[in-house]
């Protein structure tokens, strides 16, 4: 699904800010299911989870507010804001659209040392998946998407992409059914365009790649019972 559509998430170095590492952990804990709609977040097992204190906590969870994604309760705390399957797809067309373009322009400019790293990274994604190596899985589809939105370069489109996979799940994406095996049919194909400078059939294959993210994260949150049957088909 998203598995790498993350164009400029680090990975290594630094930590993030701390108030930002904590909207990131919540944004994928709402995300992923694990807290629904309507429910309040405690700040002190979030605290214990992120490895911080409170304040950033309370920063972090006031930024989720300003995006909408959560709610302040005055005198009661913070409350994961409603959102519909509609929300989950609007999000990935958006993505979908964003690193379609990147992906065409990608196929215009990628050089050969690019070439080679997706078709290393790859093969590498496909020894990972016969081990169920789920934490590679993860790293490794990251850096076969960021590998084409740096070649791309179109810095101002990928900070655009980047703030839209922020709201988006990463580290939880091969536990997603369907996400390992569709990226490991997408892969190929979106790179055999960019190595042919197929540029629109390329930006094609990426948009349908995500789209098809999409509809596996949110049949995952119907199991999950996030929705209502009225929710899921508002």
Do not use: C
């Given at each position: ?28 804990l ?20 992120v ?29 994961v ?5 509609q ?44 081990r169920d ?11 076969f ?6 070649a ?7 900070l ?17 059914e ?25 930006q ?15 049949e ?15």
């Open positions: 699904m998203t598995e790498g559509v993350l164009p400029g998430r680090g990975r290594a170095g630094s930590r993030q800010q701390l108030p930002e590492e904590v909207a990131a952990y919540v944004r994928e709402i995300i992923s299911g694990q807290v629904r709609p309507g429910e309040f977040l405690r700040m002190e097992p979030i605290a214990e989870a490895g911080v204190s409170n304040t950033p906590v309370r920063e972090g969870l006031l930024s989720l507010r300003s995006e909408g994604v959560v709610q302040l309760v005055p005198r009661r705390g913070f409350v804001a409603p959102f519909t399957e929300d989950v797809r609007d999000l990935f067309w958006t993505q979908a659209q964003l690193a379609g373009e990147l992906t065409a322009r990608a196929a215009r400019n990628i050089t050969s040392e690019q070439l080679a790293r997706l078709d290393t990274n790859i093969e590498e994604y496909e020894k990972a998946a016969a190596d789920q934490p590679a899985l993860a790293e490794l589809g990251h850096q998407h960021r590998e084409i939105n740096l791309a370069d179109s810095h101002r489109l990928a655009l992409l980047n703030s839209v996979v922020r709201h988006l799940p990463n580290r939880f994406y091969a536990e997603v369907g996400n390992v095996a569709g990226s490991r049919q997408a892969h190929p194909l979106i790179l055999e365009a960019i190595r042919k400078r197929a540029s629109r059939k390329a094609s294959l990426m948009a349908d790649h995500i789209l098809e993210g999409g509809d596996h994260l949110i995952m949150l119907r199991k999950r019972g996030v929705w209502s049957d009225e929710q899921s088909t508002a």
